[in-house]
């Protein structure tokens, strides 16, 4: 498994993009995919909403369970990737391209977000 050297990451198994015009994309890891296995339901943050660093802001559903999704930065929600609300099984097929779960423009990011090399260590994979 290797995780993209451009991203950036939180210790909630998210991933956040550089910034393009102060708007940054933001998924979870292929190894967060991998742990819950088959999704099937994703419920993201709404078009406008005001997301916090760290707290939940969503919720995905595979066949073995339900987990929060956390944002990894404080922004507003600018767009969400509707491909995978109508397929949730992207996230599993193609966690960093068309997995992604929505962009967000950038007020504040926590200064601990890990480097890929940090998140292989703190993750294991």
Same mark, same amino acid.
């Given at each position: 498994?290797?995780n %993209?050297?451009?991203?950036?990451?939180?210790k909630?198994h998210?991933?956040l993009s550089?910034?393009e015009? $102060?708007?940054?994309?933001?998924?979870i890891?292929?190894?967060a995919?991998n742990a819950?296995?088959?999704?099937v339901?994703v419920q993201?943050p709404e078009?406008?909403?005001?997301?916090?660093a760290?707290?939940?802001c969503?919720e995905?559903?595979?066949t073995?369970?339900v987990?929060?999704?956390?944002s %990894?930065v404080?922004?507003?929600i600018t767009e969400i990737?509707?491909?995978?609300v109508?397929?949730p099984a992207?996230?599993?097929?193609? %966690?960093?391209e068309?997995?992604?779960?929505?962009?967000v423009?950038v007020t504040?990011? %926590?200064?601990?977000l890990?480097s890929?090399?940090?998140?292989?260590?703190?993750s $294991?994979s």
């Amino acid at each position: 498994m290797s995780n %993209p050297q451009e991203l950036r990451y939180s210790k909630e198994h998210e991933w956040l993009s550089g910034a393009e015009d $102060g708007v940054s994309t933001v998924g979870i890891t292929e190894h967060a995919a991998n742990a819950l296995g088959d999704v099937v339901y994703v419920q993201l943050p709404e078009v406008g909403a005001a997301v916090t660093a760290g707290e939940t802001c969503g919720e995905l559903e595979s066949t073995k369970s339900v987990s929060d999704l956390y944002s %990894p930065v404080t922004g507003e929600i600018t767009e969400i990737n509707q491909d995978v609300v109508d397929d949730p099984a992207l996230v599993n097929t193609a %966690p960093f391209e068309g997995g992604w779960l929505f962009k967000v423009r950038v007020t504040d990011e %926590p200064k601990d977000l890990l480097s890929a090399a940090e998140y292989a260590e703190f993750s $294991g994979s």
